[in-house]
């Protein structure tokens, strides 16, 4: 044999593969999207107090896609995430620079209605939260504090449909929210957001507290809605990413600890030839 | 982070990649060999020693199976093992071209060689060192030279249209050979096909390494 296995280069990710992925310039690294764009973030920072937890991002939303931001804890993705419907508002000491802009305007201007922005942009988190209340207050509470005309039980059916979970509970509608199972409560949170007519959802890792099951479920759910919503993802899971999402935006955190992009675009690409060596060596498992 | 379970794992499948190549490498050389020298006994160990080529493949390819399902691997890990797959596969078709060489060289039984071998030892010896090569940039991560490998393609097509036109001229000189001179195109033509094989391999190198999936070098034949 002509080849010596015993003393070849190492298998690990080799100088060759590295010059075809090492830190390209800004702009090859930020794929630019093609229709209609929901959220713009141009040359954001944040700031919890003296604290920098994002550096300069600057990538472009698309509509009725599902964006999922991935990256090592501490990175950044929660506060981007909440960056987008002001709910950092609610930390004390916090503020941005840069701009972050939905549908052309300026979330962060004076006299911007929060409690509207986020009706737009509603939210799903982690664990799921709903109200110790029944199903049908759950799903009722939001449009009744905005305002929001029609049938109520239309609203619940419509929300709790959309939500996939209409067949599950359409029969016990009076019955306390945290008599769910774990998914269907996941459901019902994310019910609960639709009820408000948003055009953007949040998701803070939705799955994490949900068995695999469960998480398919929300998984297929969050395809679906992707027909009639805008949808970002914080996942931890870079499988679900990779399996749901249409973008992806990988973020890091920075010597200086706070968290910047790194690379986004779409979630083909970024999963089987990254253009950044940072990106290669996360999904691969090599970091982190 | 090192990946050690992952990394050993691939270790394991590129050592038994090699050791699949060098047996089609010495299937190749032991035919071109053996028809030169009219030899039915290598000839038919080429033909019994093609199954261990075949369980070989199979066994790369569960070996990718099983690591593709348990260790879920993303981007150059991916393409590395997915690489692996389809040059396994490059590589029993390879062997198969050598025992269909094998095979002729037992049709042809007692009756001599109707020409020199002339072009298809050449050939042989260059696509024997064209895979030897593609397996050196497999192991490597080597784009350029899996590119360069490519080229070296045009020189086994033309050896094979100098063989393939002597060849019918020879037919036509002396149309009582034509079974013995058709036995010769087919072994030209099994050693242009192990050539555009190489080629295969050298483009999933290219795969790996880069990502992109393209035709580097498209045969004539």
Known sequence: ?288 | MPREQFDRKLREIHDDVLIMSSMVEKAIQRAVDALRNRDERTSNAIISDDLAINAKRYEIEELCIHTIALQAPMAADLRNLVAVLFIASELERMADHAEGIARITLMLGDEPLPRPLAEISEMGTRTVDMLRRAMTAFVERDDQAARAICDEDDVIDTLYDTAYHAIIQEMIRNPADVQRLTYMIWTSHNLERIADRVTNICERVIFMVTGQLEEINVSRY
């Not at chain 1, 630019?32 to 973030?41: F, K, L, Q, R």
């Not at chain 1, 300026?106 to 509603?122: N, Q, S």
């Not at chain 1, 664990?127 to 005309?149: E, H, M, Q, Y």
């Not at chain 1, 619940?156 to 306390?176: I, T």
Request: proline residues 5%; aromatic residues 6%; glycine residues 8%.
């Open chain 1, 1 to 288: 044999m002509v080849i010596d296995v015993t003393n070849r280069p190492d298998h690990g990710l080799a100088d060759r593969i590295a010059a075809h992925a090492e830190t390209p310039p800004l702009h090859e690294r930020i794929a630019d999207i093609a229709g209609p764009v929901v959220i713009e973030m141009d040359g954001l920072s944040a700031y919890y107090g003296g604290f920098r937890a994002l550096h300069d991002v600057s990538f472009r939303i698309p509509e009725r896609k599902i964006t999922a931001l991935i990256g090592p804890s501490g990175c950044g993705k929660s506060t981007l995430l909440r960056c987008m419907n002001r709910m950092n508002d609610l930390v004390h000491g916090f503020r941005i620079d840069g701009s972050m802009r939905y549908r052309g305007q300026d979330l962060y201007a004076k006299g911007v209605d929060v409690v509207e922005v986020r009706r737009r942009i509603g939210m799903v988190f982690q664990k799921p939260n709903p109200f110790p209340k029944s199903i049908i207050d759950n799903i009722a509470f939001g449009p009744r504090v905005n305002g929001i005309k029609g049938n109520t039980m239309e609203i619940v059916e419509r929300s709790l449909r959309a939500a996939a979970l209409w067949d599950d509970v359409k029969d016990k509608l009076h019955q306390s929210g945290l008599a769910l199972s774990g998914g269907q409560q996941q459901r019902l949170c994310i019910a609960r957001a639709l009820a408000v007519q948003p055009d953007v959802i949040l998701m803070d890792e939705p799955c994490s507290a949900l068995d695999p099951i469960a998480t398919l479920k929300i998984e297929d759910l969050m395809r679906e809605l992707a027909e009639q919503y805008t949808i970002v993802i914080v996942t931890h899971n870079m499988q679900q990413a990779a399996r749901v999402a249409d973008y992806t935006a990988f973020m890091m955190m920075r010597p200086d600890r706070a968290g910047e992009l790194v690379e986004f675009g779409d979630t083909d690409t970024l999963f089987t030839t990254p253009r950044d060596r940072r990106t290669e060596d996360y999904i691969t498992g090599r970091f982190g």
